[in-house]
C-alpha cells in the first residue's frame, strides 16, 4: 500500500513543480505598460496614466485643419503615421464642415493616438480664392485647448503645433519643439517658391528672414515654422487668428504679434540651418476618367460625407464637447552667406 501511494507521489511530482514555477513566473513579471494612446478618458488624454521618463515630457498639442477632398484619408494617414511615433502628443482634429464625417469619425477611433475631433464650417464668404484658409478650424482647436484647461490646477507643461494634414514632418522637429520655453521657430521647405524659407540667426538670435515672399512682414514664416508654449497660449487669451484686417499671407505674422516679439523668439534645428518640415503638398489628383455616376457594386470609402447623427453638436471628443460659445461660424530678406543649410 505505501510503495502504491509512494508511486502515485512521483507521478505527481513533476506537476506540481511544474505549477510551482508558472506562478512564480507570472508574480515576478511585471505589469503591462498602458496601451498606447489610450488615456482615462478613452483614449482622449494626453499622456494620461503614462509613467516613467515619458510622464515627464511637455506634451505636443497639434492642431491640424482638414477639409473632405479625394485624397484627405491619404494625407490624415500619412500624418498620423508621424505622430503615432511621438510620445506625450494630442492631435486636435479639426474638420471644416457643418458636422462631423463618418470617415474622419471612423478614422479618429482607429488611428491608435490621443485625438479630439472638432468641427466647424468656414463661411461661404471666407471660401474666395486669395483669402486665409483654416482660420475658424484653428481658433477653434485653441478655444478647446483654453477651455480644457480653465478649470483645471497650474497646467503641465505644453507646447502648441500647428500640424497642416498636407506637410511631411521629421520625427526630429518634435523633439526639438518639446523644449519650447516661449515660441519657438525653424526652417520649412519647399515653401514661398524656394527650396526653403529660415529665420536668419546670428548669436543665437533671430535678426532677419529667409524668404522668397515679403520680407517685409514682421514674421516671415510658414505655418509650419513655428510652436508656442502652451502657457503663453494660456497666457494670452484672446489671441486667434484674424479675419477681419487681415491680408493674406499675414496670417501667421497677425497672429504671433499678439504674444511675442522677433528678439524673444528661440531658433531651434541647429540655429535654424537644418530643415525638419516640408510643404510637400499632395499632387492634383487626375480623375478624367471617373465616371459621372457610381458604376461599381461595392461602396468605397474614400471621401467624407457627414454623419446624420449628432449633425447638431459643435465637437466630438470623448471627454466632451466644445461648448457652443467656441463655435466660431519691416525685416529686411539677409541671405545665408556661406551657411551650409541640411535638407
Same mark, same amino acid.
Given at each position: 500500500?505505501?510503495? #502504491?501511494?509512494? &508511486? =502515485?507521489?512521483?507521478?505527481?511530482?513533476?506537476?506540481?513543480?511544474?505549477?510551482?514555477?508558472? #506562478?512564480?513566473?507570472? /508574480? /515576478?513579471? *511585471? *505589469?503591462?505598460? *498602458?496601451?498606447?494612446?489610450?488615456?482615462?478618458?478613452?483614449? &482622449? &488624454?494626453? &499622456?494620461v496614466g503614462v509613467r516613467g521618463p515619458e510622464a515627464a515630457l511637455p506634451t505636443i498639442y497639434a492642431i491640424t485643419p482638414t477639409y473632405s477632398r479625394p485624397v484627405q484619408k491619404a494625407e490624415l494617414t500619412r500624418l498620423a503615421n508621424t505622430l503615432r511615433q511621438v510620445s506625450r502628443l494630442h492631435w486636435i482634429l479639426v474638420e471644416d464642415a457643418a458636422a462631423r464625417s463618418e470617415l474622419v469619425s471612423r478614422f479618429v477611433a482607429a488611428a491608435g493616438l490621443p485625438c479630439t475631433h472638432l468641427h466647424v464650417p468656414t463661411p461661404r464668404r471666407y471660401k474666395r480664392p486669395g483669402l486665409p484658409r483654416a482660420t475658424e478650424q484653428r481658433n477653434a482647436g485653441l478655444a478647446w485647448l483654453r477651455q480644457r484647461h480653465q478649470h483645471l490646477p497650474p497646467p503641465q507643461p505644453g507646447v502648441l503645433f500647428f500640424?497642416?494634414?498636407?506637410?511631411?514632418? /521629421?520625427? !526630429?522637429?518634435?523633439?526639438?519643439? =518639446?523644449? +519650447? =520655453?516661449?515660441?519657438?521657430?525653424?526652417p520649412v521647405g519647399l515653401v514661398g517658391g524656394r527650396r526653403y524659407e529660415r529665420p536668419v540667426v546670428e548669436n543665437g538670435k533671430v535678426v532677419g528672414w529667409y524668404t522668397g515672399w515679403r520680407a517685409d512682414r514682421p514674421f516671415a514664416i510658414d505655418m509650419a515654422g513655428f510652436a508656442v508654449s502652451l502657457q503663453v497660449i494660456l497666457s494670452h487669451p484672446k489671441a486667434v487668428f484674424k479675419r477681419r484686417g487681415s491680408q493674406p499671407g499675414m496670417q501667421e505674422s497677425d497672429f504671433l504679434k499678439q504674444? +511675442?516679439?522677433?528678439? !524673444?523668439?528661440?531658433?531651434?534645428?541647429? $540655429?535654424?540651418?537644418?530643415?525638419?518640415?516640408?510643404?510637400?503638398? +499632395?499632387?492634383?489628383?487626375?480623375?478624367?476618367? !471617373?465616371?459621372?455616376?457610381?458604376?461599381? +457594386?461595392? $461602396?468605397?470609402?474614400?471621401c467624407a460625407q457627414s454623419l446624420t447623427r449628432g449633425a447638431s453638436s459643435p465637437s466630438c471628443h470623448c471627454a466632451g464637447g466644445l461648448p457652443k460659445a467656441h463655435h466660431i461660424a519691416g525685416t529686411t530678406e539677409i541671405h545665408p552667406g556661406h551657411l551650409l543649410i541640411h535638407l
Open positions: 500500500m505505501k510503495s #502504491l501511494l509512494f &508511486g =502515485r507521489f512521483l507521478l505527481l511530482l513533476p506537476w506540481v513543480l511544474v505549477v510551482i514555477i508558472v #506562478l512564480d513566473i507570472d /508574480s /515576478s513579471r *511585471p *505589469p503591462l505598460p *498602458p496601451r498606447a494612446g489610450a488615456g482615462a478618458d478613452g483614449g &482622449g &488624454g494626453a &499622456g500640424a497642416d494634414d498636407d506637410n511631411t514632418y /521629421s520625427l !526630429e522637429l518634435f523633439h526639438e519643439m =518639446r523644449t +519650447t =520655453r516661449k515660441v519657438s521657430v525653424w504674444i +511675442t516679439t522677433v528678439e !524673444e523668439l528661440e531658433p531651434k534645428a541647429n $540655429n535654424c540651418t537644418k530643415v525638419l518640415v516640408w510643404h510637400t503638398r +499632395t499632387e492634383k489628383v487626375n480623375l478624367a476618367n !471617373e465616371p459621372k455616376y457610381h458604376l461599381d +457594386t461595392v $461602396n468605397i470609402e474614400l
